[in-house]
């Protein structure tokens, strides 16, 4: 490992330690497509001699917008070995967001992975005057292939030859690797400058955190590469001497999974919480026997303590008997052979990392930001490392300090070079001494041990005067398996109150067992029996808060917030902004304005 010190050593150090038959595996049309080590090597200097012969130039922007596959990577290492920058879009944000990240970027080509995304983006590109040419990943009748430069780069291989030599080695650590836009919660994304070290040396501190895989294991990726966890992790795979496997799609991950037998894959809460619902859902659907067993072993592995000198003997023999019988289905339906699972992005619930603990799926929380390319801290695969609530240890390489108002300051090789073309907010973000500001509360603990408590600007002050984070009541109710989405409100008002989206997977359930008839979504969140059940939850989980922060009213919403209808960021963040203003007729009738 020593030898990458840019990141597309880890294809040389592929080349050299595991060259294998599949390095990069994409399903499509129904089957698996594999791609060896040499074809991967093949690909990527192909394109680069291609790009060479276009002219390109150490630090000449090149934009994808692509799902995730192995062209992705060729892409990648064949425009970062000559010392191009990427920067990779997010697939759906808005056209203004579009035209601002390319404009902004200086990108020279634009490269898209399907003829929908070429479509959306031909008018974007129209209107975007440095974009010299726009091409495609899938065949697009009419368009420009990503093929295309390629096919060029293994005409002019001789010519360029010595070329790329000269340019792989005047690429350093210190040179900008990519730009991410970041979309935050409020106005237009900023460019993220990573420079290859900021990536490298984050990866390396990864391969001190995922120390049970061994080379020839298989990870799952399906979260975008726009999101620097899963890039990071795209490299970290590789560089473990794994074999990297490209779901079809979201709505065929559990399948993917189950046939490559995963090992391992990165995701967010939100995805992994699907995982547990429709586990926990499948449970409720078993005859009465097997499910008064089912639901045992889950409350066996409620109670799952990490350190396993808290764990008695008669636990433990408990813990067995649902591993054998539950659990070990559980793992099963997983693939059978999955080891661990890597989860950041958003805050985990803690009961959701206990029982697939309990379940022997090591679950990871990770912390950082994009500006941290992104690893702050990480639980490790074993005790002490691991505490649930906790987002982990701090690696002895970096240093965090927690700020007067509580802020998480962070120092390290992983830090960003800046903002793109924006020193003043550079200047914002990291301070005179080179410490940079998280935007997130939290504590740290003389064993390096990270809590978040919540973001810095979203805690807000009751008319009282008395402050409620919002983050903290939200993951406690969220627990409920009533509740799929929540959003805390009250800022400067006298109660805190909550909108909730309910699980309607799970309501639906509730309802027929309960006969409850309705005729759409719409009209069940009004019948008062539904809102009398939520008030129980309410009942259940406030006792657990401060006074200040219990929700004192609440009210249903029908529709699910995601990206697509701008509620979520493209990492799932929730834009308060905008939810305030989509409701903001019930916030104002629930504070009787």
């Given at each position: 490992?020593?030898?990458?010190t840019?990141?597309?050593?880890?294809?040389?150090?592929a080349?050299?330690?595991f060259?294998?038959?599949?390095?990069?595996s994409?399903?499509r049309?129904g089957?698996?497509?594999?791609?060896s080590t040499?074809e991967?090597?093949?690909?990527?200097?192909?394109?680069?001699?291609?790009?060479?012969?276009m002219?390109f130039?150490?630090?000449?922007k090149?934009?994808?917008?692509?799902?995730n596959?192995?062209?992705?990577?060729?892409?990648?290492?064949?425009?970062?070995?000559i010392?191009?920058v990427?920067v990779?879009i997010?697939?759906t944000?808005?056209?203004?967001?579009?035209?601002?990240?390319?404009s902004?970027?200086?990108?020279r080509i634009?490269?898209?992975?399907?003829?929908?995304?070429y479509?959306?983006?031909?008018?974007?590109?129209?209107k975007?005057?440095?974009?010299?040419?726009?091409?495609?990943?899938?065949?697009?009748?009419?368009?420009?292939?990503?093929?295309?430069?390629?096919?060029?780069g293994?005409?002019?291989?001789?010519?360029y030859?010595?070329?790329?030599?000269?340019?792989r080695?005047?690429?350093k650590?210190s040179d900008l690797?990519?730009i991410?836009y970041?979309?935050?919660?409020?106005g237009?994304s900023k460019?993220?400058m990573l420079?290859?070290?900021?990536?490298?040396?984050?990866?390396k501190?990864?391969?001190?955190?995922?120390?049970?895989?061994?080379p020839g294991?298989?990870a799952?990726?399906?979260l975008?590469?726009s999101?620097?966890?899963?890039?990071?992790?795209?490299?970290l795979?590789?560089?473990?001497?794994?074999t990297?496997?490209y779901?079809?799609?979201?709505?065929t991950i559990?399948e993917n999974?189950?046939?490559?037998k995963?090992?391992?894959?990165?995701?967010?809460?939100?995805?992994?919480?699907?995982?547990?619902?429709k586990?926990?859902?499948?449970?409720?659907?078993?005859?009465?026997?097997?499910?008064?067993?089912f639901?045992w072993a889950?409350?066996?592995?409620?109670?799952?303590d990490p350190?396993?000198?808290?764990?008695?003997?008669?636990?433990?023999?408990?813990l067995a008997?649902a591993?054998k019988?539950?659990f070990?289905?559980?793992?099963?339906?997983l693939?059978?052979e999955?080891k661990?699972?890597?989860a950041?992005?958003?805050?985990?619930q803690?009961?959701?990392a206990?029982i697939?603990?309990?379940a022997?799926i090591i679950?990871?929380?990770?912390?950082g930001?994009t500006?941290?390319?992104?690893?702050i801290s990480?639980?490790?695969?074993?005790?002490?490392?691991v505490r649930?609530?906790s987002?982990?240890?701090?690696?002895d390489?970096l240093e965090v300090?927690?700020?007067?108002?509580?802020?998480?300051?962070?120092k390290g090789d992983?830090?960003?070079?800046?903002?793109?073309k924006d020193?003043?907010?550079?200047?914002?973000a990291?301070?005179?001494?080179?410490?940079?500001?998280t935007g997130?509360?939290?504590?740290?603990?003389?064993?390096?041990?990270?809590?978040?408590?919540d973001?810095k600007?979203?805690i807000f002050?009751l008319?009282?005067?008395k402050?409620?984070?919002?983050?903290?009541?939200e993951?406690?109710?969220?627990?409920?398996?009533?509740i799929e989405?929540?959003?805390?409100?009250?800022?400067n008002?006298?109660?805190t109150?909550?909108?909730?989206?309910?699980?309607?997977e799970?309501?639906?359930?509730?309802c027929?067992?309960?006969k409850?008839?309705?005729?759409?979504?719409?009209?069940?969140?009004k019948?008062?029996?539904?809102?009398?059940r939520?008030?129980?939850?309410?009942?259940?989980y406030?006792p657990e808060l401060d006074?200040v922060?219990?929700?004192?009213e609440?009210?249903l919403?029908?529709d699910?917030?995601?990206?697509?209808?701008?509620?979520l960021?493209?990492?799932?963040k929730l834009?308060?902004k905008v939810?305030?203003?989509?409701?903001s007729?019930i916030?104002d009738e629930?504070?009787?304005?």
């Amino acid at each position: 490992m020593a030898n990458i010190t840019r990141t597309f050593d880890v294809l040389t150090n592929a080349e050299e330690n595991f060259n294998r038959d599949i390095a990069l595996s994409v399903k499509r049309n129904g089957k698996w497509e594999n791609f060896s080590t040499n074809e991967f090597r093949k690909n990527v200097d192909a394109f680069s001699y291609g790009l060479l012969a276009m002219g390109f130039s150490k630090g000449d922007k090149i934009a994808t917008i692509s799902n995730n596959r192995p062209e992705w990577n060729f892409i990648d290492f064949g425009m970062s070995q000559i010392g191009c920058v990427h920067v990779g879009i997010y697939p759906t944000i808005s056209e203004k967001e579009f035209l601002h990240i390319l404009s902004h970027s200086d990108a020279r080509i634009l490269i898209v992975s399907s003829k929908e995304l070429y479509d959306k983006l031909l008018p974007i590109y129209k209107k975007t005057p440095n974009l010299e040419e726009i091409y495609t990943i899938d065949e697009v009748k009419g368009v420009k292939n990503w093929q295309d430069i390629a096919n060029l780069g293994n005409e002019k291989e001789n010519e360029y030859r010595e070329t790329l030599v000269t340019r792989r080695d005047d690429v350093k650590p210190s040179d900008l690797l990519t730009i991410f836009y970041t979309s935050g919660t409020t106005g237009l994304s900023k460019g993220v400058m990573l420079s290859h070290n900021n990536v490298v040396s984050n990866l390396k501190l990864a391969l001190k955190v995922v120390t049970y895989l061994k080379p020839g294991e298989r990870a799952l990726s399906f979260l975008p590469l726009s999101h620097v966890l899963e890039r990071v992790g795209n490299y970290l795979w590789q560089a473990m001497g794994l074999t990297l496997y490209y779901a079809e799609n979201i709505e065929t991950i559990g399948e993917n999974m189950r046939e490559i037998k995963v090992n391992i894959f990165i995701t967010v809460p939100r995805v992994f919480e699907k995982v547990y619902d429709k586990i926990i859902n499948k449970g409720r659907e078993l005859p009465l026997v097997k499910k008064m067993l089912f639901f045992w072993a889950v409350r066996v592995g409620d109670k799952f303590d990490p350190n396993p000198a808290n764990r008695s003997a008669l636990y433990n023999f408990k813990l067995a008997i649902a591993n054998k019988l539950i659990f070990s289905k559980w793992r099963e339906a997983l693939g059978g052979e999955l080891k661990g699972v890597i989860a950041g992005g958003a805050a985990l619930q803690p009961r959701l990392a206990r029982i697939f603990w309990a379940a022997n799926i090591i679950v990871q929380e990770g912390y950082g930001l994009t500006e941290t390319s992104p690893l702050i801290s990480a639980t490790m695969p074993s005790y002490p490392g691991v505490r649930f609530g906790s987002v982990g240890l701090v690696p002895d390489e970096l240093e965090v300090k927690i700020a007067e108002d509580g802020e998480i300051l962070e120092k390290g090789d992983n830090l960003m070079m800046g903002y793109y073309k924006d020193p003043e907010l550079t200047k914002e973000a990291i301070d005179k001494d080179g410490w940079f500001h998280t935007g997130d509360i939290g504590t740290f603990d003389e064993h390096r041990m990270l809590t978040i408590t919540d973001r810095k600007k979203e805690i807000f002050k009751l008319s009282g005067g008395k402050y409620v984070a919002p983050q903290q009541v939200e993951n406690l109710f969220k627990e409920s398996q009533f509740i799929e989405q929540i959003i805390v409100i009250g800022a400067n008002e006298k109660f805190t109150s909550a909108l909730i989206v309910p699980d309607f997977e799970f309501l639906h359930n509730w309802c027929t067992i309960h006969k409850v008839s309705f005729r759409d979504n719409e009209e069940l969140i009004k019948k008062q029996r539904i809102i009398d059940r939520y008030q129980v939850e309410m009942d259940k989980y406030n006792p657990e808060l401060d006074q200040v922060a219990q929700v004192k009213e609440f009210r249903l919403v029908a529709d699910n917030w995601t990206p697509d209808n701008g509620m979520l960021s493209p990492t799932q963040k929730l834009k308060r902004k905008v939810v305030h203003e989509k409701y903001s007729d019930i916030i104002d009738e629930v504070y009787g304005k």
